[in-house]
């Protein structure tokens, strides 16, 4: 688990360069690019999400919330006060990481259902507010008018140059998180997953490593929230209410929250389910989730990415 | 005169406060049975509530079939889908972790909001209620005769509770579970079956919940989430586990949203609730009436 797969990192990284190419030749996915982009989104809040959950072992509900902080200050600093993109994609994550270390400390003391409870509770009034605050937020009709992403004049104006910028964000997250798991935090953060008491006594300030965890969650769901925001110049407040925490959750669950990999397995998956392959199952997709969450937890305790350990084991015995 | 409507108003509140909070007690005690028993938190209890209130408009209005038929018949009916999310989402996984097991309860209660929705559609559905709908005129607060029937329940269920844990054996064996299931099983208690049982005994109350409240508020296929959130904050608030602290949590609640909605600004009436939980938790984790030891023992 622990050793960098620079192979398989090398093998990822050309199938998502040549992916938009392979697309435009076969007609039934010449859109797949565009769902891959909200894959792209939704991979940097599973990766912070699989650091917390799958390595730490700390339960968040609250990720849409960051994810809807980004979102918001990209949209409401660039539509409304016309400032910089990206300078307003950096104060939104300095804000939602700030938030974090304001919430943070007194939910991670919190174990279990508490913190489960916690993080949620926060996630609600979060959404409230965005429900709420219709000065400032535009309420629940949403607010238009974000700007398009352009850096020095080069706009990232269609599908594929955005896939491009989300998935190449999506790369700097994980080779940053692979090195994480792999440093001395990484194995302290693994050390509080199997015991905290054993952690501490081992010098670890167990505190002060779940809330650097969670600050490093929140501002890349922030990230992602203004990935977002730009690339349909729109947002409104029912994307980050709590039931969108919840289908990260079930992300992570299904790829795998152990290894990062899962993480975005599990968001490309959920995604291309969610907005392709169950169109046929429209409302009733639910059940689909349902079934797919309670099958993966009683036979795929480790999700997707744990089935070759599982085909390996067989084979030898 | 002024006076006086303030007065009502603030009764008002305060019995709606109560109504509503006997609900979330309701389902808070069904997540401390369950807790206390399996350790399991129940995300599906809310989808409990749910089925009551649509089985009924089934049993009662569609089919025609008589109160006192109909209501055993739903609360028959929501017990058996508890035994089965036992036998199907929680009994089957291996290695079991709050995680898991939270994870599981979703899914089975993503699957029961998707039936609920393929039988029922998504109209919301009312039930007559059980002693008409002519308000009563007290102190300047107007209040439906519904509402004492749902703060009776709560007081039924809290005397019945009582009496089923403290004086029966089968509760008698129940607790014995909650408290070491090892010890229990070592003294001839067969454990799963007390599982099953505190699944069971949670799904009927939630019926009986969602029965009595569907003349208040109606019933549709997706209202058992945020009611298993809110009921969860109950539980919390007053101390996971503690049955006097499920039912005062619920009460709290209810009286917060219904004051907070009243008095400050109804938009933010979720937030409420929720903002006094967060604080609750952070400078008291263990809820008012809970144990401080428990609360440091259960992690991931």
Redesign the interface.
């Known amino acids: 688990m622990l050793h960098i797969r620079k192979r398989a990192i090398a093998i990822f990284f050309v199938i998502i360069i040549g992916f938009p190419w392979i697309a435009e030749h076969i007609p039934a996915i010449t859109h797949y690019p565009d769902v891959m982009v909200f894959a792209g989104i939704y991979s940097l809040i599973t990766i912070g999400l699989s650091l917390l959950l799958g390595y730490t072992g700390q339960i968040s509900l609250c990720q849409a919330a960051f994810y809807g902080i980004g979102a918001y200050v990209s949209g409401i600093l660039t539509a409304r006060y016309g400032l910089n993109s990206w300078l307003c994609m950096a104060i939104g994550m300095i804000f939602s990481g700030l938030v974090a270390l304001l919430v943070g400390p007194a939910s991670l003391k919190l174990r279990g259902h508490y913190l489960a409870m916690a993080t949620m509770a926060f996630g609600i009034i979060v959404s409230v507010i965005l429900n709420q605050e219709v000065d400032l937020t535009g309420g629940p009709d949403g607010m238009t008018g974000i700007p398009m992403l352009s850096l020095f004049g080069f706009e990232f104006d269609t599908t594929e140059k955005y896939y491009y910028l989300v998935w190449a964000f999506v790369f700097a997250a994980f080779i940053f998180s692979v090195n994480v798991v792999q440093s001395g935090t990484g194995r302290a953060l693994r050390a509080i997953h199997s015991s905290e008491a054993a952690a501490s006594a081992m010098g670890i300030n167990v505190l002060r490593f779940k809330v650097i965890v969670f600050i490093y969650g929140a501002m890349l769901a922030s990230l992602a929230g203004s990935l977002f925001a730009h690339y349909l110049n729109f947002v409104n407040p029912s994307t980050f209410d709590v039931s969108f925490s919840i289908k990260l959750i079930i992300m992570i669950t299904l790829g795998g929250m152990y290894e990062l990999w899962g993480a975005i397995i599990g968001a490309g998956l959920i995604t291309f389910l969610s907005y392709e392959w169950l169109h046929f199952f429209e409302e009733f997709e639910i059940v689909v989730y349902g079934a797919i969450l309670l099958l993966v937890t009683i036979f795929l305790p480790k999700g997707l990415v744990g089935i070759p350990g599982i085909i390996k084991r067989w084979f030898r015995s | 005169m002024e006076e006086l409507t303030l007065t009502g108003e603030l009764l008002q509140y305060l019995i709606t406060g109560l109504t509503v909070g006997s609900i979330y007690a309701m389902v808070a005690v069904g997540f401390s049975i369950i807790y206390n028993v399996t350790e399991v938190?129940n995300f599906a209890q809310g989808e409990f509530v749910m089925l009551g209130g649509l089985a009924m408009v089934s049993f009662h209005t569609a089919a025609g079939l008589p109160l006192i038929i109909a209501f055993p018949a739903t609360v028959l009916l929501v017990t058996l889908v508890g035994i089965l999310l036992d036998r199907?989402?929680i009994r089957?996984?291996?290695?079991p972790s709050?995680?898991?097991l939270?994870?599981?309860t979703?899914?089975?209660?993503?699957?029961l909001?998707?039936?609920a929705?393929?039988i029922w559609g998504?109209d919301p559905f009312d039930l007559p209620a059980l002693s008409g709908r002519n308000p009563i005129q007290f102190f300047g607060a107007v209040i439906q005769p519904q509402y004492f029937w749902v703060m009776g329940f709560l007081v039924l269920v809290a005397i019945s509770l009582t009496i089923f844990f403290g004086k029966t054996i089968l509760g008698k064996a129940m607790s014995a579970c909650a408290d070491n299931p090892d010890a229990a099983s070592l003294v001839g208690i067969n454990v799963k079956l007390m599982f099953s049982l505190s699944f069971a005994l949670s799904a009927s109350i939630g019926a009986i919940a969602g029965i009595i409240v569907t003349p208040i508020t109606f019933m549709e296929y997706d209202r058992g989430?945020e009611l298993a959130?809110k009921a969860?904050?109950a539980a919390?608030l007053g101390g996971?586990g503690s049955f006097p602290g499920a039912i005062i949590g619920g009460l709290i609640l209810g009286s917060i949203e219904s004051f907070g909605s009243g008095l400050i600004?109804s938009?933010?009436k979720?937030?409420f609730a929720?903002?006094v939980?967060?604080g609750v938790?952070?400078f008291k984790?263990s809820g008012l009436l809970g144990n401080v030891e428990i609360?440091?023992m259960?992690?991931?």
């Open positions: 938190i199907l989402a089957p996984i291996k290695q709050v995680l898991t939270i994870i599981a979703l899914a089975f209660s993503f699957l909001k998707g039936a929705m393929l998504k989430a959130i969860f904050g919390m996971l600004s938009a933010y979720d937030a929720l903002i939980i967060l938790l952070f984790p609360s440091k259960k992690r991931f």
